[in-house]
């Protein structure tokens, strides 16, 4: 089993940045891909960006490619993302996810373990 928990999540006006950070536990190793999505009001979980469990591999949602940078510092457990340039339409519920797979997913249905998620509002 592994726990997931997100922090770093708020409210931030039109242009700003936000850094969001997921901490794991449990059973984690090197076949974990990690990832972000987010869900906002009346709509469907989305994929935002994944990442390898070296880190050399990285995948992006296009609504945030250039905005966002995902990152995994493996001795502290810990996955960030570094939302820059936000807009209104990012705001949204903002999960973590692990999947035990050294092969990248984005749909929601292919990673077995999240967190609880942290909001994120951006105001116009």
């Known amino acids: 089993q592994v726990q997931l928990v997100e922090s770093g999540g708020g409210l931030v006006q039109a242009g700003g940045s936000l850094r969001l950070s997921c901490a794991a536990s449990?059973?984690?190793?090197?076949?974990?891909?990690m990832g972000w999505f987010r869900q906002a009001p009346g709509k469907e979980r989305e994929f935002v960006a994944a990442i390898s469990w070296s880190g050399g591999s990285t995948r992006y949602a296009d609504s945030v490619k250039g905005r966002f940078t995902i990152s995994r510092d493996n001795a502290k457990n810990t996955m960030i993302l570094q939302m820059n340039s936000l807009k209104p339409e990012d705001t949204a519920v903002y999960y973590c996810?692990?999947?035990?797979?050294?092969?990248?997913?984005?749909?929601?249905?292919?990673?077995?373990?999240w967190g609880q998620g942290t909001q994120v509002t951006v105001s116009s």
């Open positions: 996810a692990a999947r035990r797979s050294t092969i990248v997913a984005v749909l929601p249905s292919e990673y077995s373990y």
């Open positions: 449990g059973r984690t190793s090197r076949d974990y891909y």
